[in-house]
């Protein structure tokens, strides 16, 4: 593949957490006087063993309506955001002041001032930055957030660009719903944020450039996966056939993508992979036969933190970054998530 000088680079990656952390025991002790032993079931074949959470676990109960729990998201998605954006910044080597623009994603709660523009005098960026704040993505977000600053900064290939993801799962729980999905989501969401630094092809920065992205939506599917918001704030809707579509359309999606580069799966040496949980990793590795080794850090993040929604493809990506693959490999990201859609972006170190 040739390789492209005008390819944006992906100078840093970091993710912060809320200081509640507890075992999947200590959850699932909580969530099954409540749901009963059919949660637990949920839980023990969900692939996750620690969680951190924006509340000490006894708080959950207290919480009086969604007014109060969108209060609480706001404070300490406030307080998440400005630590992994300052730690993404200082690890690029990037001065607040040097953002040209700043895209932000969450799908766990609803602020008007946005996130991005409360973060901006917090953080000290320009106040002519521009802010792209994106809502309803879900999982899909952090790919699609990496996708969107490359093509920024293809136009402006002097430029920086950040990204922020915030997700506090755990203030969206619903007691009296008893649903398999919401056992499920109730098994496996976490809570944390994550912030990415991107450079124009202008600026010299270490990390992998973004060669290319591909959008996919799928037909049919928008019953897949996504939120019920009502008067007791976000009810998950989640289908068993997250696998089945994963299985249906992402291999070819991939082969088609890459086939436009010359390239096959077997070219592709690193998968920065979103978690969505143990049968959705499996359809993944198996559509594109994947090494049993391949995703290996998509399952380690899914362990130690649970399925972080946006975030959780950036807690990939923060690994993959601390542990670079050789010089001239590629890579590729790849979300999934409501709409029903997926999101692939091209990676070469």
């Not at 730690?87 to 799908?107: H, K, M, Y």
């Not at 630094?197 to 973004?210: E, L």
């Not at 959780?312 to 001239?328: F, I, K, Q, Y």
Request: proline share 6%; hydrophobic share 45%.
């Amino acid at each position: 593949m040739k390789v492209t000088s005008t390819a944006p680079k992906l100078a840093a990656s970091a993710v912060e957490f809320p200081p509640h952390r507890h075992s999947q025991d200590e959850v699932t002790a909580l969530l099954a006087a409540t749901a009963g032993e059919a949660f637990t079931r949920f839980a023990g074949s969900s692939g996750v063993q620690t969680r951190n959470l924006a509340l000490p676990l006894g708080r959950y109960r207290e919480l009086s309506d969604f007014t109060e729990a969108n209060q609480i998201y706001l404070e300490v998605a406030l307080e998440l955001s400005e630590r992994a954006l300052r730690s993404a910044l200082a690890q690029a080597d990037v001065r607040p002041d040097e953002v040209d623009v700043i895209f932000s994603t969450t799908v766990t709660g609803l602020a008007v001032p946005t996130l991005d523009a409360r973060l901006a005098a917090r953080v000290g960026l320009r106040p002519d930055v521009k802010r792209v704040p994106l809502f309803g993505l879900g999982c899909v977000a952090g790919a699609a957030g990496v996708a969107r600053m490359h093509d920024y900064l293809l136009a402006y290939p002097d430029q920086v660009a950040v990204l922020v993801a915030v997700e506090l799962c755990s203030l969206t729980i619903q007691w009296d719903d008893d649903s398999t999905a919401n056992l499920v989501a109730s098994s496996l969401f976490g809570d944390g944020a994550a912030a990415v630094v991107a450079v124009g092809a202008q600026r010299g920065a270490p990390g992998p450039q973004v060669l290319a992205t591909r959008s996919r939506l799928y037909p049919d599917t928008e019953d897949v996966m996504g939120w019920r918001i009502g008067a007791s704030g976000f009810k998950i809707v989640l289908s068993a056939d997250v696998p089945a579509v994963a299985h249906k359309y992402l291999g070819e999606d991939v082969s088609l993508f890459l086939a436009e580069f010359g390239l096959t799966p077997e070219d592709v040496g690193t998968w920065v992979c979103h978690p969505g949980g143990p049968k959705v990793i499996e359809a993944v590795e198996q559509v594109l036969n994947l090494a049993p080794t391949a995703l290996d850090r998509t399952r380690k993040s899914l362990r130690e933190n649970g399925n972080l929604s946006s975030v959780s493809v950036l807690d990939v990506l923060r690994a993959t970054l601390a542990e670079p693959p050789e010089p001239g490999s590629l890579g590729m990201m790849i979300a999934m998530g409501p709409g029903f859609c997926a999101e692939l972006v091209l990676l070469r170190w």
